[in-house]
């Protein structure tokens, strides 16, 4: 009803400055007229997608009894995660320690989760940051697990203003909490990478931790050379996929940016809820989690809120038709579980990917299928169009507690530039050979 009232009172409006030009000033008035009618256009496409909103609800227990019977082994599938980082000036590595703690803290089984960090910065900073945090990870993890707390990110955690003293919690409890307050710094100085260049390097991988105890832990560098595109997030995502690949290889993944850590210790199997449901998990690739943000701002001056709250309904909506692209215009971050099947976890013939025997268009057909697609600057909306192109489903995924949370940008240079970027990253899509119009078309 309010959709129809609005369409009625725009299409009056629309008339109105359509049939009273401004004599004096056609300029003005052509201009102001044909954006009015491109909001118009961009705002009736936006309703097109809320006809079917979908609210989903998860069941743990039921997953935890069909996939972990006791005296049996745990069914639960494994999962890599990818975090990605760049630049330790804007993404300092505490944020990063803070967001692996987390994952590593994760309620799920520990053999079954395998983290990766790719670090395109090549920062010496991270890499020591990160054996830290792997240090760090053997009293947090176990810490965890025993008290059952949230959000297992530590500094997260410790800011938290809860009184454990009032509730009357073991005194054991207390004075282990107290040891995790006071730990000792994980960074150290910010002296780059010894004999590294951040745009010519070699590949590095360092396996930090392996074993049973604590879920792996691996740092990787992709290899950067001047006369060759890196294809930023999107190649170090697939370089991470190969690496992931050789090593763990497990059938999802979970990506995240590496200023967002894990709020939700159940994250995880939330997303199994949907991607081992024996019926709903064949036709999704990929489990979507709304936007939560920490460090806005009382009057949010960056409007940072707007996309969290504004487009709800917009996601719940699309839900209803084929799943969530990743969308740039409002939301920072997502995290999403790929079926790492769906990407092709190995890579390319040499891997034996895809048969020895294929031609060159198989081949470059399976490359489509084979990572993050390159192309735009929002790798994700993209590699999200091709999915849902190709028939895929996606699901929008919203527990009680968030799943994930993460920064916003805190000062309009920062904010401004992301912005930007989403901008362009969706103009090139448009004008790409991927646009989905053009895919429309093709079917
Ligand atoms: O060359 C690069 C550039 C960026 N990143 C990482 O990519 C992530 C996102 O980059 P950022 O510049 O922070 O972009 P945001 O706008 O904050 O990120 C949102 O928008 C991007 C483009 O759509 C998506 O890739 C991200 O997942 C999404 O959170 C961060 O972890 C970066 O460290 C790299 O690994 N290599």
Avoid at 371 to 394: A, M, P, V
Avoid at 419 to 440: C, D, K, N, Q
Wanted: proline letters at 5%.
């Amino acid at each position: 009803m309010v959709v129809a009232v609005r369409l009625l009172i725009l299409a009056l409006f629309l008339q109105y400055r359509i049939i009273h030009p401004v004599h004096n000033a056609v300029g003005l008035w052509l201009t102001s007229a044909i954006c009015e009618i491109w909001f118009a256009f961009s705002w009736i496409l936006d309703q097109l997608s809320k006809w079917l909103p979908i609210t989903r609800q998860t069941y743990l227990d039921r997953l935890s009894l069909r996939y972990e019977r006791e005296g049996e082994a745990n069914m639960l599938a494994a999962v890599d995660v990818f975090v990605t980082t760049v630049d330790t000036t804007k993404e300092p590595p505490l944020v990063t320690a803070n967001t692996f703690l987390s994952i590593l803290a994760m309620d799920y089984p520990v053999d079954k989760i395998s983290c990766y960090l790719s670090d395109d910065g090549a920062s010496m900073l991270t890499f020591e940051a990160l054996s830290l945090t792997a240090e760090f990870a053997r009293k947090w993890v176990p810490f965890c697990n025993k008290s059952s707390i949230e959000p297992r990110a530590p500094d997260m955690y410790c800011a938290q203003k809860v009184d454990y003293l009032k509730d009357k919690v073991q005194p054991t409890f207390v004075k282990e909490r107290r040891a995790m307050k006071d730990r000792p710094g994980v960074m150290q100085d910010g002296t780059p990478w010894p004999g590294n260049n951040t745009k010519d390097h070699p590949g590095m991988i360092q396996v930090f931790l392996q074993g049973n105890e604590l879920p792996n832990l691996v740092y990787v560098s992709g290899e950067k050379r001047p006369s060759f595109l890196h294809h930023k997030r999107a190649g170090a995502m697939n370089a991470l996929v190969r690496v992931s690949g050789v090593l763990t290889n497990a059938p999802f993944m979970l990506n995240l940016d590496c200023d967002h850590y894990v709020n939700n210790s159940k994250a995880v199997r939330e997303a199994m809820c949907f991607l081992m449901d024996p019926q709903v998990g064949r036709r999704v690739c990929y489990v979507q989690f709304p936007q939560r943000f920490d460090g806005i701002d009382k009057n949010d001056r960056y409007a940072n809120s707007i996309r969290v709250f504004s487009i709800l309904i917009n996601m719940k909506g699309l839900d209803g038709i084929q799943g969530t692209d990743k969308d740039s215009k409002e939301i920072l971050f997502d995290e999403k579980f790929g079926k790492s099947s769906t990407f092709v976890t190995s890579t390319l013939r040499e891997e034996g990917g895809v048969a020895a025997s294929s031609s060159r268009e198989a081949l470059l057909k399976e490359v489509i299928h084979l990572g993050w697609i390159y192309g735009s600057i929002t790798e994700d909306i993209l590699t999200g169009f091709k999915l849902h192109s190709r028939g895929w489903r996606t699901i929008y995924c919203m527990p009680k507690r968030s799943a994930f949370r993460g920064s916003v940008p805190t000062n309009l240079p920062d904010r401004l530039n992301q912005t930007l970027m989403w901008a362009l990253g969706s103009v090139e899509i448009f004008f790409s050979r991927h646009t989905p119009y053009a895919t429309a078309a093709r079917k």
